[in-house]
């Protein structure tokens, strides 16, 4: 945990939206610039959130920063610039089952894990009254999407983390807040 007097990094939500809305191509594909525009806005939302969102920020953050450095490294070829691109590259040259190598399309589908977890957080926020608290769909929405893929110690301590969410009335006013 910071300790620091900063305010969190203001978020712009329309920059989620339209980084998704224009990451997608013809034929069923996905531009990775586009997509990690928006993605880098969503780190920022879940910064601002607090505790458990933080985690779910860092996780985002790691994996944001693997593909960054895969699109990077391979900028000539563009087998990284967007998502078929990157599948077709990575199973033609056998790397997805390679031990040593960070893979894309996994890295890929472990993001889009917390992505599901935001959805169904939010989706559920959005059904809640101003006074109830948000920690009963937070651990419902985990529970539903990342707790399947993390072991025991971790959902636990992720479970304890999710008390100290605050009431939809509260976590609209911090949106509100740091959202431009």
């Known amino acids: 945990m910071m300790a620091t007097s900063e305010p969190p990094v203001k978020f712009d939500l329309k920059s989620v939206h339209d980084g998704f809305s224009s990451s997608l191509l013809e ?18 939302f879940c910064n601002l959130l607090g505790t458990i969102f933080g985690f779910v920020g860092s996780d985002i953050k790691a994996k944001i920063d693997i593909l960054e450095s895969l699109v990077s490294e391979d900028a000539q070829s563009g087998n990284f610039s967007t998502f078929k691109a990157m599948v077709e590259y990575e199973k033609q040259s056998d790397l997805i089952k390679k031990s040593d190598y960070v ?9 889009h894990r917390g992505l599901d977890f935001i959805r169904l957080f939010l989706k559920r926020v959005g ?11 937070g651990q419902e929405a985990y529970n ?3 707790a399947q893929f993390h072991p025991w110690l971790i959902r636990k ?24």
């Open 103 to 111: 893979s894309g399309c996994r890295t890929l589908l472990r993001l």
């Open 27 to 44: 034929n069923d594909d996905v531009d990775m610039n586009f997509y990690l525009t928006a993605y880098k806005e969503l780190y920022k």
């Open 157 to 180: 301590g992720v479970v304890v983390s999710l008390y100290s969410l605050p009431t939809k009335e509260n976590l609209m006013l911090k949106v509100r807040l740091y959202c431009h």
């Open 144 to 146: 539903e999407t990342l």
């Open 127 to 137: 059904e809640l009254e101003a006074k109830d608290k948000t920690s009963i769909v």
